[in-house]
């Protein structure tokens, strides 16, 4: 089992950054595939990025792609997503989510994920 706590998120400004966190209790995050969906009101959950347990492969959605990075820090048992030049499109409620084994078209698929945490809010206003 892998509990996930998202934290991060506010108010921010167009053009602002923010960093979201993923911390993980449990069984140790080092096992597991990660992933950042978002889900913003009315629409479905879509997913941001995602990274290989090991840290050396990451993913994105075209639409943060050059604006967004995903990292890990297994001793610490927590996932980033540094989010820059935040849009108003970016507002949304962010997910983290775990899995144990993954292959690569699987990051995508919200579907695939086993753990998910409560999400964290991103307002981003113009």
């Known amino acids: 089992q892998v509990q996930l706590v998202e934290s991060g998120g506010e108010l921010v400004q167009a053009g602002d950054s923010l960093r979201l966190s993923c911390a993980a209790s449990?069984?140790?995050?080092?096992?597991?595939?990660m992933g950042w969906f978002r889900q913003a009101p009315g629409k479905e959950r879509e997913f941001v990025a995602g990274?290989?347990?090991?840290?050396?492969?990451?993913y994105y959605a075209d639409s943060v792609k050059g604006r967004s990075t995903i990292s890990r820090d297994n001793a610490k048992k927590t996932v980033y997503l540094q989010m820059t030049s935040l849009k108003r499109e970016d507002t949304a409620v962010y997910y983290c989510?775990?899995?144990?084994?993954?292959?690569?078209?699987?990051?995508?698929?919200?579907?695939?994920?086993?753990?998910w945490g409560q999400g964290t809010q991103v307002t981003v206003s113009s």
């Open positions: 990274i290989k347990w090991s840290g050396d492969t990451t």
């Open positions: 989510a775990a899995k144990f084994l993954m292959t690569t078209w699987e990051y995508g698929s919200r579907s695939k994920y086993d753990y």
């Open positions: 449990g069984r140790t995050l080092g096992s597991y595939n």
